[in-house]
């Protein structure tokens, strides 16, 4: 086989679908977050980011930079190894216990990112757990999607967001160990799941509920303990879930839960065991931006009153965008060419960063620019940014029209 022929054949079918992935290459400048350098083809350009998971700004936050930069002084740069082999360092274990009072359990467990640890936990639950059924509502992320492939656990699709369905489903699966894997909030729809009426169908069918808080932990909350503590739901659901390289700014994902749950992934998953350990400079500088969302809600309330801005001047445009009760604010496009065009003349011509979101993200006919203000956008930014979507609408029009 022409190995090299066979992949060029298949990047060229992505390029003519339009899902050819190309990334943009920026620099973070400290200070001056949401903007940030880009470097192109024709040397480098200010640009201001629409599209950063970095919700809140903690990434820049002084304390947390401070707290990494100090560590990595005193205690150097890698872990050394794995927990198991000379790598557990004392602050892996002072994170864990800040995540578990976080979300109100009896421990955590940390892992490399939350890919990782939704991987390593759902595949060792199903495949650890005898006759054990996997109920996945069908919009969960990719990492939970193969954590449940890699188990080779039964696994039952629910209807996105409908606990009738599970309850129906629940019931179909009889009397085996159930394990229910949700989302709290759904990052390409931004809408936010019934959490009390999944959590309480599980309940009635003795299921233990896995909860995704990816795009949740430190949004939501008035410790930042995720949607689960919003609706005072936590100490409910059996597992919790999330990552410290979105709201918390840095890297690294974790479990919560159970002494016994948490020690039986601990001792069973290969993903934990089998790889280097999260530097302590990572941990000690997610400890600081964790403590501190857990009292401040300065971020969170700014955070807020930019979407609500951007929202209300995107209605005043006309411009339509899917509703929903979260940060996201996803503006539909529906087709992958166009949408990677209107990315392309927002950067180019305008200096403003929102990543296309094609298949196999979202569906295909679904595709669309997905926008998180931040804190720190500041009004002149969101004018920007709804003159310019403004102006390629009108554009769309006009070609509708001539054509
Ligand atoms: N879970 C969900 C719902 C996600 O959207 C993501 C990433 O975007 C992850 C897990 C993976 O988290 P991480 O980026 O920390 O690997």
């Given amino acids: 086989m022409d190995f090299d022929d066979f992949f060029s054949g298949q990047l060229d079918q992505l390029r003519q679908e339009g899902n050819y992935r190309v990334f943009t290459e920026v620099e973070r400048k400290c200070g001056q977050f949401p903007q940030v350098r880009h470097f192109n083809d024709d ?32 205690c150097g740069t890698g872990a050394g190894g794995t927990r198991n082999i000379s790598g557990n360092n004392h602050l892996h274990r002072l994170l864990e216990q800040e995540l578990a009072d976080l979300h109100g359990k009896e421990q955590a467990l940390l892992f490399t990112s939350g890919y990782v640890s939704n991987w390593a936990a759902l595949s060792t639950l199903g495949a650890r757990i005898p006759g054990a059924v996997i109920l996945s509502d069908e919009m969960n992320h990719a990492s939970m999607i193969e954590g449940i492939r890699h188990s080779r656990a039964d696994k039952v699709l629910w209807k996105h967001n409908d606990w009738r369905d599970l309850d129906r489903k629940l019931k179909a699966v009889g009397d085996r160990p159930k394990i229910v894997a949700f989302e709290s909030v759904y ?58 390289g979105k709201a918390y700014g840095v890297m690294g994902g974790y479990i919560t839960g159970s002494h016994a749950l948490c020690d039986f992934i601990r001792s069973y998953a290969s993903g ?132």
């Fill in 43 to 74: 040397g480098v350009q200010d640009v201001t980011v629409w599209c950063s998971n970095d919700y809140l700004g903690m990434g820049h936050h002084p304390d947390v930079i401070d707290s990494m930069v100090r560590t990595a002084q005193a």
């Fill in 187 to 244: 990052s390409m729809d931004g809408d936010i799941c019934p959490m009390r009426e999944i959590v309480e169908v599980a309940e009635a069918h003795g299921a233990l509920t896995y909860l995704d808080e990816v795009h949740a932990v430190g949004m939501y909350g008035l410790r930042g303990g995720g949607v689960s503590e919003e609706r005072g739901l936590a100490d409910r659901i059996s597992l919790i879930e999330g990552t410290l």
């Fill in 272 to 403: 934990f065991i089998f790889t280097t350990a999260l530097p302590p400079a990572i941990a000690a500088s997610a400890m600081t931006s964790i403590s501190h969302l857990k009292t401040s809600q300065s971020e969170r309330m700014a955070q807020r009153d930019r979407v609500a801005r951007l929202r209300a001047r995107l209605d005043e445009a006309g411009i339509p965008h899917m509703r929903n009760d979260s940060h996201i604010i996803p503006v539909h496009i529906g087709d992958p060419v166009k949408c990677r065009m209107v990315s392309d003349i927002l950067l180019r011509d305008w200096g403003i960063y929102v990543q296309p979101i094609n298949y196999p993200t979202v569906p295909k006919g679904t595709e669309r620019l997905r926008i998180t203000p931040g804190p720190l956008h500041s009004d002149a930014d969101i004018d920007r940014l709804v003159v310019a979507l403004t102006s390629l609408w009108a554009q769309c029009a006009l070609a509708k029209a001539v054509a």
